[in-house]
């Protein structure tokens, strides 16, 4: 059984961490299957959003708690770093994706089962969802981008106490302070994160992709900057056959079909 599935679903990416017995913690390869699982996506031009979930009851535990006590006692470095940059590369890859990636939590997301959630662009949660960065419950350090994601999200006050205290949170409390983008009842979970991916994908995905790269360019630009972003992407979007389809359809009183062209 793959730690990972991965499924194309029209132009839905559908990545599942599939470890529902271990809470979907990262154990074995799974890092380095999502990773592949995320590159197969980013790959593939009828791609147009990616979805991440967990198999079971939760999205992801974080790291595999057994595996790590194993490497801390024989002091084994060189492996423990394996596991960060493994890390590190499933992050990096979600950042820059050209499609929106969207997180559908459906249970606890902890550790570096929470970064992983707060990397992707978009967060919609279960209410009985539980967020936390419970690094410190066991003498560690965040990773997975935590510290640069988090503080972005709730600022750095909150992250510090999220942080120090390693308290889970539920999706209420996530969702009033902006680490998480909405909340449904779990019966409807993977409803509404399907109408939301069926939205994005149906959108003109040239278009999406610039959106996405420019609202992650604004982090570091000026205003200026910003605005000459904007005017780049615009002509670009300006030339494509996606502005002609979408012009046409307007007066024709239809529904484009953009084809990312």
């Known amino acids: 059984m793959s730690l990972i599935e991965y499924e194309l679903r029209g132009a839905v990416g559908a990545i599942t961490l599939n470890r529902p017995d271990k809470l979907n913690a990262f154990g074995g390869t799974m890092r380095q299957e999502l990773l592949a699982a995320l590159r197969t996506a980013d790959a593939?031009?009828?791609?147009?959003?990616?979805?991440?979930?967990?198999?079971?009851?939760?999205?992801c535990a974080g790291g595999d708690i057994d595996f790590m006590s194993g490497l801390q006692k024989a002091r084994?470095?060189?492996?423990?770093?394996?596991?960060?940059?493994?890390g590190r590369d499933v992050i990096l890859q979600i950042v820059s994706m050209r499609a929106p990636v969207i997180a559908s939590i459906n249970g606890v997301a902890a550790g570096a089962g929470c970064n992983l959630a707060l990397a992707c662009d978009y967060r919609i949660a279960a209410e009985e969802a539980k967020l936390g960065q419970t690094f410190i419950r066991?003498?560690?350090?965040?990773?997975?981008?935590?510290?640069?994601?988090?503080?972005?999200?709730?600022?750095?006050?909150r992250a510090l106490e999220l942080m120090a205290t390693g308290r889970m949170i539920g999706a209420s409390e996530a969702l009033a302070i902006g680490m998480i983008d909405r909340v449904v009842s779990a019966g409807s979970l993977a409803d509404e994160t399907g109408k939301l991916a069926e939205s994005i994908a149906g959108a003109p995905p040239l278009v999406i992709a610039d959106v996405k790269r420019a609202l992650g360019q604004s982090e570091r630009n000026d205003l200026g900057a910003q605005l000459s972003t904007e005017s780049e992407h615009q002509v670009r979007a300006f030339l494509s056959d996606d502005a002609a389809e979408g012009m046409a359809a307007f007066f024709d009183k239809r529904t484009p079909l953009f084809k990312g062209r």
Not at 44 to 59: E, K, M
Not at 147 to 157: A, I
């Open 76 to 86: 084994d470095v060189d492996s423990f770093r394996t596991l960060l940059d493994a």
């Open 138 to 157: 066991i003498g560690l350090h965040p990773d997975w981008g935590g510290t640069w994601l988090l503080p972005r999200l709730v600022g750095r006050g």
């Open 44 to 59: 593939d031009r009828a791609c147009h959003v990616v979805v991440i979930t967990g198999a079971g009851r939760a999205f």
